[in-house]
């Protein structure tokens, strides 16, 4: 059974960078099939997608976020990583990493998510 | 690239029928076959309902299927259930690779 698991620090200083780790486990991220994203929820608010990499390193990202935004892919490990640089509170969100299906262009299997906070 | 427009909420009382609406432009819900739609009950993931504005994945219910007319998508579940109860949210390709979501919709099942 496929399993995405997030991991990183769930505390952030403003201004530094958040980095989070998903690791896909019962299946190969390496996939012609499949995009491999991540998407975030602040508290009490709506889904944004931050962007997507396929295994080959192909990165697609959200214009608003795109500027501090950089993802990455070790097929070795089977791990996709999401960099996000000057963050600020606004920033404090659960993030989600989950699975990109090419031919359906949606996300039909999602981590259970990570909360992380922006705060001194 | 803005958010998709979908109502806060909607309510409807079990066995009836509900349909969740989401709008956005000719640039991304008008253009493409891609609308998808997700389900995420409290302090869980999303879980994905409706893919290419109608097909259900393996393992959904018949009771949610999905349409869409111009630049509106929606979402109707018939029979409604207690544990339908939950948020929604639509999702379209935006082309370029870049998709958007809606700012999702609470359903209370009275």
């Known amino acids: 059974q496929l399993q995405l698991q997030e991991s990183g620090p769930g505390l952030v200083k403003p201004s530094e960078t958040l980095s989070l780790t998903c690791t896909v486990s019962?299946?190969?991220?390496?996939?012609?099939?499949?995009?491999w994203g991540w998407i975030r929820q602040p508290p009490g608010k709506g889904l944004e997608w931050i962007g997507s990499?396929?295994?080959?390193?192909?990165?697609y990202y959200n214009p608003s976020l795109k500027s501090r935004v950089t993802i990455s892919v070790d097929t070795s490990r089977d791990q996709f990583s999401l960099k996000l640089s000057s963050v600020a509170a606004a920033d404090t969100a659960v993030y989600y990493c989950?699975?990109?299906?090419?031919?359906?262009?949606?996300?039909?299997?999602w981590g259970q998510g990570t909360l992380v906070t922006v705060s001194s | 690239q803005s958010a998709l427009t979908q109502p806060a909420s909607v309510s409807g009382s079990p066995g009836q029928s509900i349909t969740i609406s989401c709008t956005g432009t000719?640039?991304?819900?008008?253009?493409?076959?891609?609308v998808s739609w997700y389900q995420q009950h409290p302090g869980k993931a999303p879980k994905l309902m409706i893919y290419?504005?109608?097909k259900r994945p393996s393992g959904v219910s018949n009771r949610f299927s999905g349409s869409k007319f111009g630049n509106t998508a929606s979402l109707t579940i018939s029979g409604l259930q207690a544990e339908d109860e939950a948020d929604y949210y639509c999702?379209?390709?935006?082309?370029?690779?870049?998709?958007?979501f809606g700012g999702g919709t609470k359903l209370t099942v009275l």
């Open positions: 989950a699975r990109h299906v090419r031919s359906w262009y949606s996300f039909d299997f």
């Open positions: 019962g299946g190969s991220i390496s996939s012609s099939s499949y995009y």
């Open positions: 990499i396929y295994y080959s390193g192909s990165t």
């Open positions: 000719s640039s991304d819900v008008g253009s493409y076959n891609l």
């Open positions: 290419e504005d109608s």
């Open positions: 999702c379209s390709y935006a082309g370029s690779s870049t998709w958007v």
